[in-house]
Protein backbone atom coordinates (compact mmCIF):
# COMPACT_ATOMS: atom_id res chain seq x y z
CA UNK A 1 0.00 0.00 0.00
CA UNK A 2 1.17 3.46 -1.34
CA UNK A 3 1.09 6.14 1.63
CA UNK A 4 1.41 8.59 -0.82
CA UNK A 5 -1.69 7.56 -2.41
CA UNK A 6 -3.81 7.40 1.09
CA UNK A 7 -2.53 11.06 1.98
CA UNK A 8 -3.55 12.19 -1.26
CA UNK A 9 -7.18 10.73 -1.30
CA UNK A 10 -7.41 11.78 2.24
CA UNK A 11 -6.84 15.08 1.55
CA UNK A 12 -9.32 15.03 -1.19
CA UNK A 13 -11.79 13.68 0.88
CA UNK A 14 -11.58 16.36 3.35
CA UNK A 15 -11.63 19.04 0.29
CA UNK A 16 -14.88 17.30 -1.05
CA UNK A 17 -16.56 17.28 2.33
CA UNK A 18 -15.59 21.07 3.31
CA UNK A 19 -17.26 21.93 -0.29
CA UNK A 20 -20.32 19.90 0.56
CA UNK A 21 -20.35 22.24 3.81
CA UNK A 22 -19.83 25.35 2.27
CA UNK A 23 -22.90 23.78 -0.13
CA UNK A 24 -25.18 23.37 2.15
CA UNK A 25 -24.36 26.31 4.58
CA UNK A 26 -24.51 28.99 2.16
CA UNK A 27 -27.53 29.24 -0.06
CA UNK A 28 -29.45 29.76 3.26
CA UNK A 29 -26.34 32.09 4.76
CA UNK A 30 -26.33 33.99 1.34
CA UNK A 31 -30.08 33.93 0.23
CA UNK A 32 -30.88 36.81 3.52
CA UNK A 33 -28.14 39.00 2.03
CA UNK A 34 -28.93 38.66 -1.56
CA UNK A 35 -32.60 39.40 -0.53
CA UNK A 36 -30.90 42.38 1.11
CA UNK A 37 -28.88 43.89 -1.56
CA UNK A 38 -31.36 42.96 -4.60
CA UNK A 39 -34.16 45.33 -2.27
CA UNK A 40 -34.81 48.36 -4.24
CA UNK A 41 -33.53 52.00 -2.07
CA UNK A 42 -36.59 53.94 -0.85
CA UNK A 43 -36.82 56.83 -3.92
CA UNK A 44 -34.34 59.45 -3.97
CA UNK A 45 -31.88 57.43 -1.63
CA UNK A 46 -28.33 57.54 -2.97
CA UNK A 47 -25.42 54.34 -2.83
CA UNK A 48 -22.94 57.51 -3.39
CA UNK A 49 -22.55 61.56 -3.51
CA UNK A 50 -20.51 63.29 -5.92
CA UNK A 51 -17.64 64.93 -3.71
CA UNK A 52 -17.32 68.06 -5.51
CA UNK A 53 -20.89 68.42 -5.24
CA UNK A 54 -20.85 68.58 -1.60
CA UNK A 55 -21.51 72.27 -0.18
CA UNK A 56 -20.98 71.45 3.71
CA UNK A 57 -21.57 68.54 6.44
CA UNK A 58 -23.46 69.01 9.79
CA UNK A 59 -23.11 66.68 12.36
CA UNK A 60 -26.10 66.16 14.58
CA UNK A 61 -25.03 63.15 16.47
CA UNK A 62 -22.85 60.17 16.37
CA UNK A 63 -24.72 58.27 13.75
CA UNK A 64 -26.10 60.94 11.88
CA UNK A 65 -24.45 63.71 9.11
CA UNK A 66 -26.50 65.74 7.00
CA UNK A 67 -24.73 66.80 3.56
CA UNK A 68 -26.16 69.63 1.92
CA UNK A 69 -25.14 69.70 -1.58
CA UNK A 70 -24.59 72.11 -4.61
CA UNK A 71 -28.23 73.18 -6.30
CA UNK A 72 -29.30 73.03 -2.46
CA UNK A 73 -30.44 69.05 -2.27
CA UNK A 74 -29.42 67.87 1.65
CA UNK A 75 -29.05 64.25 2.47
CA UNK A 76 -28.80 62.55 5.24
CA UNK A 77 -26.83 60.02 6.25
CA UNK A 78 -27.70 57.68 8.74
CA UNK A 79 -24.56 55.86 9.51
CA UNK A 80 -25.12 51.88 10.73
CA UNK A 81 -23.76 52.51 14.34
CA UNK A 82 -22.94 54.69 16.34
CA UNK A 83 -19.67 56.82 15.32
CA UNK A 84 -18.30 57.43 19.23
CA UNK A 85 -16.84 60.91 19.79
CA UNK A 86 -18.30 61.95 15.87
CA UNK A 87 -20.36 64.82 17.68
CA UNK A 88 -18.33 66.10 20.52
CA UNK A 89 -14.71 66.16 17.99
CA UNK A 90 -17.36 68.00 15.23
CA UNK A 91 -15.31 66.89 12.41
CA UNK A 92 -14.39 63.71 10.32
CA UNK A 93 -11.91 63.16 7.58
CA UNK A 94 -12.26 60.24 4.46
CA UNK A 95 -10.28 59.18 1.87
CA UNK A 96 -11.04 57.60 -1.70
CA UNK A 97 -9.85 56.99 -4.68
CA UNK A 98 -12.98 58.32 -6.87
CA UNK A 99 -14.44 61.24 -7.03
CA UNK A 100 -17.55 59.42 -4.93
CA UNK A 101 -18.44 59.10 -0.80
CA UNK A 102 -19.98 55.78 -0.97
CA UNK A 103 -22.15 53.94 1.56
CA UNK A 104 -18.97 51.43 1.43
CA UNK A 105 -16.71 54.17 2.78
CA UNK A 106 -15.45 54.62 5.77
CA UNK A 107 -14.87 58.34 7.73
CA UNK A 108 -12.46 59.00 10.34
CA UNK A 109 -13.11 60.96 13.63
CA UNK A 110 -10.88 63.96 14.30
CA UNK A 111 -10.81 65.29 17.78
CA UNK A 112 -9.62 69.20 17.63
CA UNK A 113 -6.47 69.27 19.63
CA UNK A 114 -3.03 69.87 18.92
CA UNK A 115 -1.37 68.26 17.62
CA UNK A 116 -4.67 66.93 15.93
CA UNK A 117 -5.58 63.02 16.87
CA UNK A 118 -7.82 60.69 15.09
CA UNK A 119 -10.47 58.51 16.62
CA UNK A 120 -12.45 55.84 15.13
CA UNK A 121 -12.95 54.92 12.33
CA UNK A 122 -17.19 54.66 11.29
CA UNK A 123 -18.94 53.32 8.01
CA UNK A 124 -21.33 55.50 6.56
CA UNK A 125 -24.75 54.27 5.55
CA UNK A 126 -27.48 55.46 2.17
CA UNK A 127 -27.91 59.33 1.02
CA UNK A 128 -31.69 59.42 1.73
CA UNK A 129 -33.20 63.01 0.64
CA UNK A 130 -34.36 65.21 3.42
CA UNK A 131 -36.38 68.10 3.55
CA UNK A 132 -35.51 71.28 5.41
CA UNK A 133 -38.97 70.97 7.81
CA UNK A 134 -37.34 67.33 8.51
CA UNK A 135 -33.84 68.93 9.17
CA UNK A 136 -35.88 71.50 11.66
CA UNK A 137 -37.00 68.10 13.24
CA UNK A 138 -33.87 66.15 13.37
CA UNK A 139 -32.42 69.61 15.35
CA UNK A 140 -35.10 70.02 17.28
CA UNK A 141 -34.82 66.57 18.65
CA UNK A 142 -32.98 65.85 21.99
CA UNK A 143 -29.68 64.81 21.92
CA UNK A 144 -28.12 61.36 23.69
CA UNK A 145 -26.89 61.80 26.64
CA UNK A 146 -23.82 61.32 24.87
CA UNK A 147 -23.50 64.26 22.63
CA UNK A 148 -23.76 67.57 24.29
CA UNK A 149 -22.68 70.09 22.04
CA UNK A 150 -24.50 71.39 19.12
CA UNK A 151 -21.42 71.73 16.06
CA UNK A 152 -21.96 72.13 12.36
CA UNK A 153 -18.62 71.45 10.37
CA UNK A 154 -17.91 71.83 6.86
CA UNK A 155 -15.97 69.89 4.21
CA UNK A 156 -12.67 70.83 3.64
CA UNK A 157 -9.54 69.47 1.63
CA UNK A 158 -7.23 67.77 4.28
CA UNK A 159 -4.24 68.75 1.91
CA UNK A 160 -4.67 69.82 -1.36
CA UNK A 161 -3.24 66.63 -2.77
CA UNK A 162 -5.76 64.33 -5.06
CA UNK A 163 -5.90 61.52 -2.71
CA UNK A 164 -9.62 62.29 -2.63
CA UNK A 165 -9.08 62.86 1.49
CA UNK A 166 -10.59 65.62 2.92
CA UNK A 167 -11.74 67.10 6.46
CA UNK A 168 -15.45 68.50 7.40
CA UNK A 169 -14.00 70.97 10.21
CA UNK A 170 -15.98 72.10 13.13
CA UNK A 171 -17.39 75.83 12.24
CA UNK A 172 -20.84 77.91 12.08
CA UNK A 173 -22.12 76.00 8.99
CA UNK A 174 -22.15 78.76 6.92
CA UNK A 175 -20.63 78.84 3.68
CA UNK A 176 -17.24 80.30 3.74
Request: net charge negative; hydrophobic share 35%.
Amino acid sequence: MDHANVRTESTLAVAWLACALLLAVAPGAGAGERDEEAQPLPPGTQKCVNITRIRKTRIIDDSTILFYMQGGKVYVNHLPRRCSGLRSAGSFSYKTSVSSLCDVDIITVIRPTTPVVRGPSCGLGTYQPISEEEIQLLLAAPAPEADNEAVAPEIEPLDGGDEGGAKAGGGDGEDR
